[in-house]
Each structure stands twice: as structure tokens, then as C-alpha cells.
């Protein structure tokens, strides 16, 4: 075969391959779309079809049944060896038998459940600024946010002088009825 031929193959293959990842990117869409309409993923294969997503491992049927989710995505992504989109790794416990009704998720909360799951586990998962969501463990050099101090956010505080207001409030009333009362008894 002549290199321009071959030359002609590869330029449209990636073509090919382009147009394929845009096509997978708009039925994980629409399937996310469906997912928060309270509906079942129009598309199965929405990832398989990217080539970028060749790294898809091979799921168990049974792999997550009975895992929490943090257990059920920290393995996935133990096994994919790669920061993914949540979309991915929803769709990875679905295909590895993750129960999501014992965890009394309806299938339009699922994303969004999934995501406070491991968005509250700093230690374990860490999400790029890209959205996409990887094991804390992979970016020993990015520092962990830490938990602000109640005074340092200022919320303890305006609460705590709020509770303060109240109380001075709430004494200077029940002074007022006695001043009125004493004052009364003093007019008659």
C-alpha cells in the first residue's frame, strides 16, 4: 500500500474516531438528562464508543453489589487507573450490580447522590477542576482543603452574637413590664 493512501486512512480515521467521541459525548447527555427527568439512559453504549474510553475495564456483573458507594467508585477508579467524569463511574456501578435502591436512591437522584458521596470524602476522592473525579492518592502534591474553623468562617460567630442580641433583647423586655408596672403602682 502506497504511504499516500496510508497518509489518506489515518487522516480520515481520526476523522472518524473525532466525530465518534462527539457522538458519545452528546448520548452521555441526553442520558444524563434522562437520569434527572426520572428516566431510564436512552443510550447503553453512550462510553463504550469513545476511544478515550477504550480503557474501559471489564465489570463483574456482581462487582459492586453490597458496596457502599465510596467503596463501589473508589474501586472503580482503583481499576480504571485514570480521573473520569462522575457520568462514568455512575455508569460503571450500574454495570457492576451497584445497588442503588438499598441506598434509597431514585434513578433521578443517582448522579447527584453519588457525586455528595464521594465529594464528602476528601481523604479518598479528589475532583480536578475539569469535573472530572480521581483518587486524593494520585496527587500527593496538591494539599487537602481543610474544614474552616467555626469563628473563621464568621457563621459561629454572627451566631453567637446573634444568640447574645436575643438574650439582651429578651431582658430588656421582660425589665420593661416591671419599670411599667412599678411606675403604675406609683401613679396611683
Known amino acids: 500500500m502506497s504511504t499516500e493512501l496510508q497518509g489518506a486512512i489515518n487522516v480520515l480515521a481520526a476523522r472518524v474516531e473525532q466525530r465518534a467521541q462527539e457522538l458519545a459525548e452528546m448520548k452521555r447527555m441526553v442520558n444524563s438528562l434522562c437520569r434527572e427527568a426520572g428516566q431510564e439512559p436512552l443510550y447503553s453504549d453512550a462510553d463504550m464508543a469513545v476511544k478515550g474510553f477504550s ?3 471489564s465489570l463483574r456483573s456482581d462487582q459492586f453489589y453490597g458496596k457502599s458507594p465510596t467503596v463501589a467508585a ?3 477508579l482503583d481499576l480504571r487507573g485514570t480521573a473520569v467524569s462522575l457520568e462514568e463511574i455512575l455508569e460503571a456501578l450500574q454495570r457492576g450490580g451497584f445497588s ?3 441506598q434509597g436512591w431514585t434513578d433521578a437522584a443517582r448522579l447527584r447522590n453519588l457525586g455528595i458521596s ?3 470524602n476528601t481523604a479518598i476522592f479528589h475532583r480536578l477542576p475539569n469535573d472530572n473525579w480521581g483518587l486524593a492518592k494520585w496527587y500527593p502534591d496538591i494539599k487537602q482543603k481543610k474544614p474552616a474553623s467555626p469563628k473563621a468562617n464568621g457563621k459561629q460567630e454572627a451566631a453567637t ?3 447574645a442580641n436575643s438574650a ?3 431582658e430588656t423586655k ?3 413590664p416591671e419599670e411599667g408596672k412599678t411606675k403604675t403602682a406609683n401613679a396611683d
Open 55 to 57: 480503557g474501559l475495564v
Open 74 to 76: 473508589r474501586e472503580y
Open 100 to 102: 442503588f435502591e438499598s
Open 118 to 120: 464521594i465529594g464528602k
Open 161 to 163: 452574637t446573634e444568640a
Open 168 to 170: 439582651n433583647e429578651a
Open 174 to 176: 421582660e425589665s420593661k
